[in-house]
């Protein structure tokens, strides 16, 4: 199935069902990472998102160390670059994410196993790190004949477990709800959004 087509289907089951999700782009989640995040939070001048951001800045870059990152690459990212996301609920804020089968990886699982006691988390962390477990002989290898900047070739695990820390710790920094993610194996996103229907929209309070 094509990139997105899973997401998409979510989407669409959504709106079909009355709940609008749109399209997910914030200027503070850009290809300069956290250090990205950091520049925008001191553009905005509030002392409490500093101080959040702060915080998160430290975990992501430790994050990004533990995982092999090149520490030469972030600074020459563009920060005009958005990462781009799933979904943005936007009367309650909330960010939602469609994570498939290559979202579980050894690397996802030692970035979680990173996160702070202090994190809202939006998801079922203990269901997130036995799905890695279970998943990590399979989707360690996905794509490793693709190329990224801040770990070459065969760095796309490291990669999205890198984007997925910040996009979990930055939201609540900047003051959004926890991030909703909703595990997909089967590339059925409509089927993904019947299943968990009753307790997304209990947590969007839709």
Not at 75 to 101: M, N, Q
Not at 174 to 188: A, C, H, N
Request: glycine content about 10%.
């Amino acid at each position: 199935m094509a990139v997105g087509e899973v997401a998409k289907a979510f989407g669409e089951a959504a709106s079909a069902d009355g709940l609008e999700l749109e399209d997910q782009l914030l200027p503070w989640l850009n290809q300069q990472g956290h250090i990205g995040l950091e520049a925008i939070a001191q553009e905005k001048g509030d002392g409490e998102i500093l101080e959040r951001v702060a915080a998160v800045a430290e975990v992501c870059d430790k994050v990004w160390f533990r995982l092999g990152g090149n520490p030469e690459v972030l600074p020459t990212c563009r920060v005009s670059l958005p990462l781009v996301g799933d979904f943005l609920h936007r009367p309650s804020g909330t960010l939602i994410e469609i994570d498939e089968g290559p979202h579980f990886t050894s690397s996802r699982l030692t970035s979680l196993e990173m996160y702070p006691s202090w994190a809202p988390i939006g998801f079922h962390m203990d269901e997130y790190k036995a799905a890695c477990r279970d998943h990590a002989d399979e989707f360690d290898r996905y794509r490793r004949d693709v190329a990224t900047r801040g770990w070459g070739i065969g760095g796309l695990p490291q990669e999205r477990a890198y984007h997925d820390t910040l996009r979990d710790l930055a939201a609540p920094a900047m003051g959004l709800p926890p991030v909703i993610r909703i595990p997909v194996f089967d590339e059925d996103g409509a089927g993904a959004y019947e299943r968990y229907r009753e307790w997304l929209r209990a947590e969007l309070g839709a």
